[in-house]
């Protein structure tokens, strides 16, 4: 049963140009949502997180807009650059939970 | 500050022999997960540990898996007997005591299994 989705497993973008990045959820007991990215041959490592309190988390070049009446979230890259090509994981916890429960993920390139 | 360490980084096994997985954790984290990867998936959780006890092994196929947290820090997981459809890659993970603590990943063991 996945509880987390991510409908697109790839997206292509120019460079400087915007990534938006799509994560469903159909658990209404998510209270916190984190985004992964992850190089080949390496680990995911934490990218940026938001709790379900807020509808919004920016830091730097990333922004992550909740929207929880739609159980939606979604990953804004501005400007892209090359060195964001990766696979972005969505995963969310539940309240007082330590599990976190992943999407599949989506495979950013980002073009010169 | 010195990450989550795993190894092997890379296994290649027959069917039916076993193999275990090693895996320590940032110090001071209570907590250590064990995830598996198919190539086009996201990591599943296959256990979680609380310091050394088990809090949720529920995906954990308890026949041929098997996990140990020693003393509350470094952390084995082993499968016995492999089947062809283990291949995948291993992430070890931990995290500080907190539920919005994100978690540490490890470079992750890729294992075949032939």
């Known amino acids: 049963d996945q509880q987390v989705k991510q409908n697109s497993p790839s997206l292509s973008v120019q460079e400087g140009r915007i990534s938006i990045l799509n994560c469903d959820y159909t658990n209404s007991m998510f209270d916190y949502f984190l985004w992964y990215k992850k190089y080949p041959a390496e680990g995911p490592t934490f990218l940026i997180s938001?709790?379900?309190?807020?509808d919004k988390n920016e830091d730097g070049r990333f922004t992550v807009f909740l929207n929880k009446s739609a159980k939606h979230l979604s990953l804004h890259i501005v400007p892209s650059q090359p060195g964001d090509s990766a696979v972005y994981f969505c995963?969310?916890?539940?309240?007082?939970?330590?599990?976190?429960?992943f999407g599949a993920g989506t495979t950013v390139t980002v073009r010169a | 500050e010195a990450g989550v360490a795993q190894s092997p980084r890379y296994k290649i096994i027959e069917k039916r022999q076993s193999v275990a997985f090693w895996c320590n954790p940032i110090?001071?984290?209570?907590?250590l997960y064990w995830y598996q990867q198919i190539l086009g998936q996201g990591p599943k959780l296959l256990i979680q540990?609380?310091?050394?006890?088990?809090?949720?092994d529920s995906q954990l196929p308890k026949d041929r898996f098997s996990a140990e947290r020693l003393k509350g820090v470094d952390s084995t997981l082993k499968i016995q007997p492999a089947k062809l459809e283990d291949s995948a890659v291993y992430l070890c993970a931990s995290s500080p005591h907190g539920a919005a603590a994100e978690a540490f990943f490890g470079q992750g063991t890729r294992l075949t299994v032939v």
């Open positions: 995963a969310a916890k539940g309240v007082n939970d330590y599990k976190l429960s």
């Open positions: 540990f609380q310091n050394n006890g088990v809090v949720d």
């Open positions: 110090s001071g984290h209570a907590t």
């Open positions: 938001i709790s379900s309190i807020k």
